[in-house]
């Protein structure tokens, strides 16, 4: 039924993040990190909330994705970023690598390297 198809498409949309960070991890190409993102906020446009609200990079990507935007990390989201950053190291668990990906994108690194930190 409705049910069943619903709970596939679900599991269709997890396996490719999956599938997306395990091609990273083996071919370290900036694409897929690009990709990764791309996806998660696809996922938060479109409002399909299984899966972004259950992806624990999902706050993180959507910080850095408004830092993308704007072409620079403004002031109201570094609070968060940081937030993001504690979590990751006290955790330990598989944000980090999740982490790595987002960060690695290109258009990312390029809104890091042009940051000019608060003096």
Same mark, same amino acid.
């Given at each position: 039924?409705?049910?069943?198809? &619903?709970? *596939?498409?679900? %599991?269709?949309?997890? +396996?490719? +993040?999956? !599938?997306?960070? #395990?091609? %990273?991890?083996?071919? @370290? #190409? =900036?694409? !897929?990190?690009?990709?990764? =993102?791309? $996806?998660? $906020?696809?996922?938060?446009?479109? @409002?399909?909330?299984?899966?972004? *609200?259950?992806?624990?990079?999902?706050?993180?990507?959507?910080?850095?994705?408004?830092?993308?935007?704007? @072409?620079?990390?403004?002031?109201?989201?570094?609070?968060?970023?940081?937030?993001?950053?504690? *979590?990751? +190291? #006290?955790?330990?668990?598989?944000?980090?690598?999740?982490?790595?990906?987002?960060?690695?994108?290109? &258009?990312?690194?390029?809104?890091?390297?042009?940051?000019?930190?608060? =003096?």
């Amino acid at each position: 039924g409705i049910n069943a198809e &619903y709970g *596939k498409q679900w %599991y269709q949309r997890r +396996v490719r +993040v999956i !599938f997306v960070r #395990t091609l %990273y991890q083996r071919n @370290k #190409t =900036s694409h !897929f990190c690009t990709l990764r =993102s791309d $996806m998660l $906020m696809s996922f938060h446009d479109c @409002k399909i909330q299984d899966i972004y *609200k259950q992806d624990p990079c999902h706050d993180f990507a959507f910080y850095i994705q408004y830092a993308v935007n704007e @072409k620079r990390i403004q002031d109201k989201i570094q609070p968060k970023l940081k937030e993001f950053y504690i *979590k990751i +190291v #006290t955790e330990k668990t598989e944000l980090l690598s999740d982490t790595a990906i987002i960060l690695a994108d290109p &258009y990312v690194l390029n809104v890091f390297l042009l940051h000019k930190p608060l =003096s």
